[in-house]
């Protein structure tokens, strides 16, 4: 069993800058990968970057792509999304998931555990 605490939200500008952390719980935490996803009022949940066991693989939506950077660090037991140049559109409450695999993956239904999500609000 994982528990997941997503911390780092907040109210920013369009154009600023916020760092997710997402602290997991338990020993196994350098077996799973790991990922974010975010969901805006009336939408989907949709993928935004994942990374693999060793931190080695990643990978991003389209949309946030040489925006956002996925990192973790292993003996802290945590994941992190670095958010530059946010837009509005940035706008939804942002999950930590994560599934025992050394893989990375996109689809939401792949995670066996998810966090509680952090709200990000980008004011334009």
């Known amino acids: 069993q994982v528990q997941l605490v997503e911390s780092g939200g907040g109210l920013v500008q369009a154009g600023g800058s916020l760092r997710l952390s997402c602290a997991a719980s338990g020993r196994t935490f350098s077996t799973y990968a790991m990922a974010w996803f975010r969901q805006a009022p009336g939408k989907e949940r949709e993928f935004v970057a994942t990374?693999?066991?060793?931190?080695?693989?990643?990978d991003y939506a389209g949309s946030v792509k040489g925006r956002f950077t996925i990192s973790r660090d292993n003996a802290k037991n945590t994941v992190y999304l670095q958010m530059k140049s946010l837009k509005p559109a940035d706008t939804a409450v942002y999950y930590c998931a994560a599934k025992r695999s050394m893989g990375t993956f996109r689809y939401f239904g792949s995670y066996d555990y998810w966090g509680q999500g952090t709200q990000v609000t980008v004011s334009s």
């Open positions: 990374i693999d066991w060793s931190g080695g693989n990643t």
